[in-house]
Structures are given as structure tokens and as C-alpha cells.
T-cell receptor, first 113, second 113 residues
Framework: EAQVTQNPRYLITVTGKKLTVTCSQNMNHEYMSWYRQDPGLGLRQIYYSMNVEVTDKGDVPEGYKVSRKEKRNFPLILESPSPNQTSLYFCASSKGIFTGELFFGEGSRLTVL | GENVEQHPSTLSVQEGDSAVIKCTYSDSASNYFPWYKQELGKRPQLIID?????GEKKDQRIAVTLNKTAKHFSLHITETQPEDSAVYFCAASDMEYGNKLVFGAGTILRVKS
């Protein structure tokens, strides 16, 4: 089954404790992206990757890091989480940004205390 | 960069009525406009998209229209059903950056039976 898998789905952590949200897709997609969803703000892009070893900032990259060492994986790293990073995070992939739909993961709800 | 505004933020309709959600975009070079539906607690999923060389596209009860001159596009849902209740996001490609989709803030659609 074609899917984008994120882990963990739910996480409560404390300020400053590094965490990683993993994202994996099994569709051989070149394009992957991270979004955060906040009420009234829609989906805002954090980082995206056009292919292995190619990543770039989206609209709200501050406080986040990513890496793309393998085509299927695109982890999101919060080196020192802060309460303003409390949000619902979605990973997504597609063949290319303008060549088809974005397939979203199920989302990861992160709470930073 | 691209800016997308979406209206209304909430919309309540009676089952069987039509619903219209409107989006405006700022970058006249944008050429790809998808719509995503997000049911409660679920991931966003593509329901329809349109490219700038097309003025209208239909898929059963949903349709999207594009007015390039006015830089706005709309989602039309006819004969609404309770399962249409969801959050709907419009998006537009950001041609300045080439690899981004900019999303609107979302519309909560409630279909009352």
C-alpha cells in the first residue's frame, strides 16, 4: 500500500529536549516536504527536499533541521524545542511539486511544555 | 512570494445546498491550483486541481473555476452531503521559488442534515 508514515503520532516533551520526527514514503517519490498546521494559519511549509541531499527552507524554517540521506526518508529535527513549536506536523511527498498530488502522512501532534 | 487568501473561514449549509469557497492569489505567474480536503483528525487529501491553461474543471459534485485576470479561483460543491463536512484548503504554486505550494488558511465546511 502506497503511504507516508510518520512517527511518533503524538509526543509531549519539554523545552530544550531534542527530538526527531521520522517520515518515510514507499512510493519512490523525489519530492518531500514538512508542514505545520496551526488554527487559522493553514498549512505552512517548514522545509522541502527535491531529491537526496537536496533540501531547502520553506516559510517557517526557524528552529528546525532536516536531512535527506535516502530517497524514502526525510526526518524533521527539533534541536531545542520551544513552546511555540507546539503544533500538528505533516510530512508529504509527491513525484514532483507540479506533477501530481501531495500525499500526506497521518500527522504528528507535538506538545512542548 | 505568493500569498493566498481564502474565504470564508467557516461555512454552514443545509444538506442538498451548494457551497462555494473562494481564494485569491497574489502572483500572476502562479500556474497550479489544487484543493485539499481534511476530515476531522485525518490527513489532507487532494480532491481536485486546476492548471492555468484551463478555466474550469469538474469531477462529479465538485468543480473548480479559475479567473486568471482577477487572480482568484473557487471550489464549488453541489448537492452537499454530511460527508462533505471538513476543512478545505486551497493552494497556489509559488513561481518565484519554483518548488512551493502556498496554502490558504482553510475553510471549515459544515453540512447540516
Amino acid at each position: 500500500e502506497a503511504q507516508v508514515t510518520q512517527n511518533p503520532r503524538y509526543l509531549i516533551t519539554v523545552t530544550g529536549k531534542k527530538l526527531t520526527v521520522t517520515c518515510s514514503q514507499n512510493m519512490n517519490h523525489e519530492y518531500m516536504s514538512w508542514y505545520r498546521q496551526d488554527p487559522g494559519l493553514g498549512l505552512r511549509q517548514i522545509y522541502y527536499s527535491m531529491n537526496v541531499e537536496v533540501t531547502d527552507k520553506g516559510d517557517v524554517p526557524e528552529g528546525y533541521k532536516v536531512s535527506r540521506k535516502e530517497k524514502r526518508n526525510f526526518p524533521l529535527i527539533l534541536e531545542s524545542p520551544s513552546p511555540n513549536q507546539t503544533s500538528l506536523y505533516f510530512c508529504a511527498s509527491s513525484k514532483g511539486i507540479f506533477t501530481g498530488e501531495l500525499f500526506f502522512g497521518e500527522g504528528s501532534r507535538l506538545t512542548v511544555l | 512570494g505568493e500569498n493566498v487568501e481564502q474565504h470564508p473561514s467557516t461555512l454552514s449549509v443545509q444538506e442538498g445546498d451548494s457551497a462555494v469557497i473562494k481564494c485569491t492569489y497574489s502572483d500572476s505567474a502562479s500556474n497550479y491550483f489544487p484543493w485539499y480536503k481534511q476530515e476531522l483528525g485525518k490527513r489532507p487529501q487532494l480532491i481536485i486541481d486546476i492548471r492555468s491553461n484551463v478555466g474550469e474543471k469538474k469531477d462529479q459534485r465538485i468543480a473548480v473555476t479559475l479567473n486568471k485576470t482577477a487572480k482568484h479561483f473557487s471550489l464549488h460543491i453541489t448537492e452537499t452531503q454530511p460527508e462533505d463536512s471538513a476543512v478545505y484548503f486551497c493552494a497556489a504554486s509559488d513561481m518565484e521559488y519554483g518548488n512551493k505550494l502556498v496554502f490558504g488558511a482553510g475553510t471549515i465546511l459544515r453540512v447540516k442534515s
